[in-house]
Structure formats: structure tokens, C-alpha cells
């Protein structure tokens, strides 16, 4: 694994070479072929995980069918969620092309940043401000589906 890639992903970009190296030695590479589900929407998290080459699609099931809601190429993670507050997962992950990820269990994930405490105020103060970030666009998103769903119902956009 590149220690450039790691370094790329937002929420690694802040450790230094000697942090970022411990943490790559403890991370498994993962290669995903084209099409598959990397995770089911429903389903136990156990990992995170760091898109290291390709790009996955994130879906919800919303009426039985399934909504893009994002798109995750080199740098992008995720699975974060759980390492906070375990369950499930809250979207299905898909590769859209061969995908090569970087996974790293919860429990190993918590025991780095523990021995490491600068590295892991570092990685959770950037997974915070990411997921900070997340929020505010779906939060965006639903407020105008919500306006747009209101007007429609009120007969569009008519002149009074």
C-alpha cells in the first residue's frame, strides 16, 4: 500500500509519516471486482474501510428501490459511522469498477488510536468534520426534496 494514497484520504492526511506508517502496517488490502456489494444496507459493520483505487456507489432503499446517494473514488471512506455507534449498515456500498480497499476492524482501529493518542485525535477530529460536513448536505438535500415535494403537491409553480 502507498503511504501517498493514505495520505490522500481526508482523514489521514494530518498524522505524520511515523503514524501513518504504524497504521498502514495494520491495515488489510482488499480487491473488489466490478459490481459487487461491499456492504448491505442493514447489515453488521465491522470495519472501516478506505477506497485505495476505483469507485463504489453508496445506495438507500427508499419504496423498494434503491437511490444514489453518493459516489466514493481514491481518499474516500466508509463505515465510519459504526466505529461511534455500532449497527447497521445505513447504505449499501457497490463497486463500480474494480475497487482495491484498505480495511481495518473496529477493535484494531480503537486499539491503534488508544496507543496512539495524537494519531487518533487526529483521525477522530477529521472523521468529525467529514461526517459534520456529510450531514449538512443531506440535511440540505432533504430540505429541498421537502420544498420541491410541498410545491408539487400545491399544483407547481402558479401565479396568483
Not at 463497486?95 to 488508544?114: C, H, N, P, Q, W
Amino acid at each position: 500500500m502507498s503511504l501517498g494514497i493514505l495520505r490522500s484520504v481526508s482523514i489521514l492526511e494530518s498524522l505524520n509519516d511515523q503514524e501513518l506508517e504504524t497504521l498502514e502496517r495494520i491495515l488489510q488490502v482488499v480487491h473488489v471486482r466490478a459490481g459487487e456489494r461491499i456492504l448491505e444496507e442493514g447489515t453488521e459493520v465491522t470495519a472501516l474501510y478506505i477506497v485505495c483505487d476505483g469507485v463504489v456507489h453508496v445506495r438507500r432503499l427508499a419504496q423498494k428501490r434503491e437511490m444514489l446517494l453518493g459516489r466514493l473514488g481514491v481518499g474516500g471512506f466508509f463505515g465510519e459511522i459504526n466505529l461511534f455507534d455500532p449497527g447497521v449498515a445505513t447504505a449499501s456500498i457497490y463497486a463500480m469498477k474494480a475497487v482495491t480497499l484498505a480495511v481495518i476492524d473496529y477493535g484494531i482501529m480503537r486499539e491503534f488510536m488508544s496507543n496512539n493518542p495524537a494519531a487518533g485525535y487526529k483521525i477522530v477530529s477529521a472523521m468529525m468534520t467529514e461526517m459534520a460536513r456529510r450531514l449538512r448536505q443531506t440535511s440540505s438535500r432533504l430540505v429541498n426534496t421537502v420544498y420541491w415535494s410541498s410545491n408539487e403537491a400545491m399544483g407547481g409553480n402558479q401565479a396568483s
